[in-house]
Nanobody, 126 residues
Framework: QVPLIESGGGLVKAGGSLRLSCVAS????????MAWFRQAPGKEREFVSG?????????AYADSVKGRFTISRDIAKNTMYLQMSSLKPEDTAVYFC??????????????????WGQGTQVTVSS
């Protein structure tokens, strides 16, 4: 098991910014492929952004967030981040952290990830 705990969600006006955090336990994130997914009411959970293992090295973004969101990690804090800027009402969703030990076949495929956090709510008002 790799417990994941998200934080940083909240209510923000359109155009504002938020930074989400995902802290992993029991395994150093240098060996994890990690990602952010989100799920809006009545919609499927969708990929937002992913980051590969420290040795594997990739970053990926959904087209809808490219140029606005930035994924990063702090190995010392065993934490992954999602910096979200220029937020839009359509970014409103529960944001989930996901992880897999080692590599994934497809960063955007939910089934490639074994571990999930409980989610953090992001609400963007117009």
């Amino acid at each position: 098991q790799v417990p994941l705990i998200e934080s940083g969600g909240g209510l923000v006006k359109a155009g504002g910014s938020l930074r989400l955090s995902c802290v992993a336990s029991l395994v150093t994130i240098r060996y994890l492929t990690m990602a952010w997914f989100r799920q809006a009411p009545g919609k499927e959970r969708e990929f937002v952004s992913g980051i590969g293992t420290l040795s594997g090295g990739f970053e990926a973004y959904a087209d809808s967030v490219k140029g606005r969101f930035t994924i990063s990690r702090d190995i010392a804090k065993n934490t992954m981040y999602l910096q979200m800027s220029s937020l839009k009402p359509e970014d409103t969703a529960v944001y989930f952290c996901a992880a897999r030990v080692g590599t994934v076949s497809s960063a955007s495929r939910r089934s490639d990830y074994d571990y999930w956090g409980q989610g953090t709510q992001v609400t963007v008002s117009s």
